[in-house]
């Protein structure tokens, strides 16, 4: 299932060669109340949950943080809630084959529009919440490539 977004603002410096990877092939926007109660803890809102297209994979028992290049899949982050062990991380990070450099930006609400201020942070969740006060970039890592 692709979920539609209704425009594009999430990736920059993106460059693709042809082979692509893709997102679990069954995703769902209903997610089970596990998975919705952790996003309610860092308070992301249902309505940020179907515009960012997070939703839930049953083969991977995980939580899918997807970003989208329009409507191209480039990146997505799978959280679990099963025990942590070597063979089930608690964070799956996947990058497409041929993206590089690639972020996740929110732009903030439209009077940040032309503002200087770019909050850049680590996490797709954090990008999303401090989005909704000025433009934000999540590195997808702890460092600038």
């Given at each position: 299932?692709?979920?539609?977004?209704p425009?594009c603002?999430?990736?920059?410096?993106?460059?693709?060669?042809?082979?692509?990877?893709?997102?679990?092939?069954?995703?769902?926007?209903?997610?089970?109340?596990?998975?919705?109660?952790?996003?309610?803890?860092?308070?992301?809102?249902?309505?940020?949950q179907?515009?960012?297209?997070?939703?839930?994979?049953?083969?991977?028992?995980?939580?899918?943080?997807?970003?989208?290049?329009?409507?191209?899949?480039?990146y997505?982050?799978?959280?679990?809630?099963?025990?942590?062990?070597?063979?089930n991380?608690?964070?799956?990070?996947?990058?497409?084959?041929?993206?590089?450099?690639?972020?996740?930006?929110?732009?903030?609400?439209?009077?940040?529009?032309?503002?200087?201020?770019?909050?850049i942070?680590?996490?797709?969740?954090?990008?999303i919440?401090?989005?909704?006060?000025?433009?934000?970039?999540?590195?997808?890592?702890?460092y600038?490539?």
């Amino acid at each position: 299932m692709n979920l539609k977004l209704p425009f594009c603002y999430f990736i920059i410096n993106i460059y693709f060669f042809p082979k692509q990877k893709q997102q679990p092939f069954d995703i769902k926007p209903e997610l089970p109340i596990q998975a919705k109660q952790w996003l309610h803890k860092y308070q992301i809102t249902d309505y940020e949950q179907r515009l960012f297209g997070i939703c839930w994979s049953d083969s991977q028992e995980r939580l899918i943080l997807p970003v989208y290049d329009c409507e191209r899949l480039v990146y997505w982050q799978g959280r679990t809630f099963k025990p942590i062990t070597k063979l089930n991380p608690k964070y799956l990070n996947i990058r497409q084959s041929g993206a590089k450099n690639v972020f996740f930006r929110r732009y903030g609400p439209s009077n940040s529009v032309g503002s200087k201020r770019l909050v850049i942070v680590e996490d797709i969740l954090s990008a999303i919440k401090t989005g909704r006060y000025l433009d934000s970039l999540a590195l997808l890592g702890s460092y600038l490539p």
